[in-house]
């Protein structure tokens, strides 16, 4: 079982809709929990980013963290066609120094 | 100039040959980092360096070695290419727990 699990999709959503992405994990010593927005041909960019449990909102975006379940999630409000991208959820440990585990991504698509 | 650039950005090579892919960043971080993607399979690390002293072993090393020449020089070889390790591959560098990623290098193995 990997550490980190999250489905790879493809979604596909009319603009405006809400999206929510979701991963679960394994390892209950995980604590910093992130967000990544992939564009095609391009790396990975920091979206999201959360400390332990709770909620986190940045403009469209939400963030929301569960670690009673194992469970977060981006939600992403009123879609655009740019929001277009694979999203990945990323995760450590406090004592893993910044090394990141990653889920497989999920490719979104909003179509017009 | 981009904070983490990759070269090559494409790379076709036969089997059994050596390959090495450059990274450098001007973020004046400590930690660099390779990954490779496959389709389904997300990111899986490689190899990770918290300084230039201190290089560790990732999920997948196997069949790969790196050398980090400086704080801001990462490079990962291939020292006898299999097709299997055709991929995208990615440097990174982080201050704590924010990456920030090069543009990737697309490796095909023939």
């Known amino acids: 079982q990997k550490e980190v699990e999250q489905d790879p999709g493809p979604l596909s959503v009319p603009e405006g809709a809400i999206v929510s992405l979701n991963c679960t994990y394994s390892?209950?010593?995980?604590?910093?929990f992130m967000w990544y927005r992939q564009y095609s041909r391009k790396g990975p960019e920091l979206l999201m980013y959360?400390?332990?449990?709770g909620n986190k909102e940045d403009g469209r975006f939400t963030a929301q963290v569960d670690k009673s379940s194992k469970y977060i999630s981006l939600f992403i409000r009123d879609s655009q066609p740019s929001d277009s991208a694979t999203y990945l959820c990323?995760?450590?440990?406090?004592?893993?120094?910044?090394?990141?585990?990653f889920g497989q991504g999920t490719e979104l698509s909003v179509k017009p | 100039d981009a904070d983490v650039t990759q070269t090559p950005r494409n790379r076709i090579t036969k089997t059994g040959k050596r390959i090495m892919l450059e990274c450098s960043q001007t973020?004046?971080?400590?930690?660099m980092y390779w990954y490779r993607q496959d389709p389904g399979l997300g990111l899986r690390l490689i190899y990770y360096?918290?300084?230039?002293?201190?290089?560790n072993k990732g999920e997948i090393s196997d069949g790969y070695s790196v050398s980090r020449q400086a704080q801001a020089k990462f490079s990962l070889s291939l020292e006898s290419a299999i097709p299997n390790q055709t991929a995208l591959y990615f440097c990174?560098?982080?201050?704590?727990?924010?990456?920030?990623f090069g543009s990737g290098t697309r490796l095909t193995v023939v």
């Open positions: 990174a560098t982080s201050d704590n727990y924010g990456y920030t």
């Open positions: 390892n209950s010593a995980f604590q910093y």
């Open positions: 959360t400390y332990s449990s």
């Open positions: 990323a995760m450590s440990a406090y004592n893993q120094g910044g090394k990141l585990i």
């Open positions: 973020k004046g971080h400590d930690r």
């Open positions: 360096s918290f300084d230039v002293k201190d290089i």
